[in-house]
């Protein structure tokens, strides 16, 4: 680490939205490392001004390889929730979107893997490395065991391990980072939806009886999956996740040690506190299919 | 088959919401098999009163049971939906099913199974049979091949090939009798909220544009599980369904040839066709998982 830091030069974040991306600067800030940090627009929030963005639409990649390469920038750390699917429509191209447009066309439609992988193979190309952002802001990262005063029981732990193996065995059709288990029983599975649409889906479904709405009890599972790209997609909670489990009664959140964000997470484990949740950093190593 | 309708005697319908319980006893009678209707009060419709049902409550298994030996039947069939959960709270048990409140409770907390299949031996212990609605009504499996104007094209075939993938991947885990899959992704899982709101889940998302909303894309697949019982909870479309998916404009729905109910098979196909879905019927022997 210490010596790409010397090596690497002055570090991109591209912001999307949600509290992170403020967050890594400031760990990045605090590490010494110059950086820049370009926002999406329409994703990133005000939070980033402090940190003098340059502010970008979809489709000003000519204009953002030019910030890249004025500043000096060689790595780049992607991080925040893309929420909105770009209205390719609406994207107005730069001059050098349009000249960079064949291969993006070829890196979109081409090969087995997942946009996201495509899209950083398109950066490589360009001679610019994606960096993790717990690389940079390794205090991000769920730590090992519980956050909360709360802890989960026998019922949550088994949920846990059927949650975790479920969501490692969904890796290979490229979903599911999050799951819902409630004695046993898998609740929910996110796919498109995300996270938070998933946990409202539990609140609703206990709402109407079906499934046991009795007590606090499930628990929300989040977890990386085999192959996932570790540099721009772990999965991440936040003040928002606990707020939505908490309407869903589930009794916790378990969360992969050193494999999921947490943003804001002084304000995620007084949230979880005051509304009774347990949230909990496991190791699931165990828990890999096959395993 | 034969044999067993000549030594089983009249056969008992068990009847829950929907079309299929009345096309389930209009077969029945067809075949010539004398047979009775206990309709789930709160559940089956009125489309039962034609076969003069016996209207049950929940908690009132001491009547179950009795109706079952005054008839003379010693199998029964268990068809249509039980939308809603009982609430035990409201459920007067009746003497029969005080006396067999402890072998209920026991099976119900016990065992690794689900609780449909625990639910089962308790008919079975008290020398009721199960017969699956399949077997004296084949005639509503969905058949292989497409049932519309519409087949799918080799998108649509590639989805439905993921698609079942990973449902059969999804039963170790006893969901995902459903899926959708939208130009190779996963969209949608289906876990505790059902296939309709699945659909409507989609549909959503194709608005807000989580999904690409572009055109007739995507496959609603649904088959068996590896390690259903098939005798009581066989997949099922019908005209809601489609009417669901059209919704969602998906290019059209993918069932298992002969592990797939079609309840209202002329509405559900007239329906398919006037929105330009696809409905068919597909072997799916290849998809298991490792295979």
Do not use: N
Request: net charge positive; aromatic share 4%; proline share 6%.
């Amino acid at each position: 680490m210490s010596a790409a830091k010397s090596v690497a030069g002055p570090l991109a974040i591209v912001a999307g939205g949600g509290a992170l991306p403020a967050e890594v600067a400031a760990a990045v800030a605090a590490s010494g490392r110059p950086f820049i940090v370009i926002a999406i627009r329409g994703e990133a929030g005000p939070e980033m001004e402090p940190f003098s963005p340059h502010w970008l639409d979809w489709g000003q990649i000519g204009r953002f390889f030019d910030i890249l390469k004025s500043a000096g920038c060689r790595q780049i750390v992607m991080i925040g929730s893309v929420t909105r699917r770009p209205d390719f429509r609406a994207v107005t191209p730069d001059l050098g979107a349009l000249a960079r447009l064949p291969k993006i066309v070829a890196a979109l439609i081409g090969g087995d893997d997942t946009v996201l992988k495509r899209v950083i193979r398109i950066f490589e190309d360009e001679g610019v490395t994606i960096v993790a952002a717990q690389d940079v802001a390794p205090q991000l990262l769920a730590p090992q065991g519980p956050l909360t005063r709360g802890r989960p029981d026998a019922a949550a732990l088994a949920d846990i391990e059927a949650g975790s193996r479920l969501v490692a065995t969904l890796g290979a059709f490229d979903i599911g980072q999050g799951v819902v288990v409630l004695g046993g029983r898998v609740a929910a599975v996110e796919a498109a939806e995300g996270t938070d649409r998933m946990l409202e889906r539990v609140a609703e479904l206990k709402t109407i009886g079906r499934l046991p709405a009795k007590g606090r009890r499930g628990v929300l599972v989040k977890r990386t999956k085999p192959g996932q790209e570790l540099r721009t997609d772990l999965p991440t909670v936040g003040p928002r996740t606990v707020e939505l489990a908490a309407a869903a009664r589930l009794a916790g959140i378990a969360v992969e040690a050193g494999g999921v964000l947490i943003a804001e997470r002084g304000a995620t484990i007084a949230a979880a506190d005051k509304a009774k949740l347990f949230l909990a950093g496991v190791r699931l190593d165990s828990a890999e299919p096959g395993a």
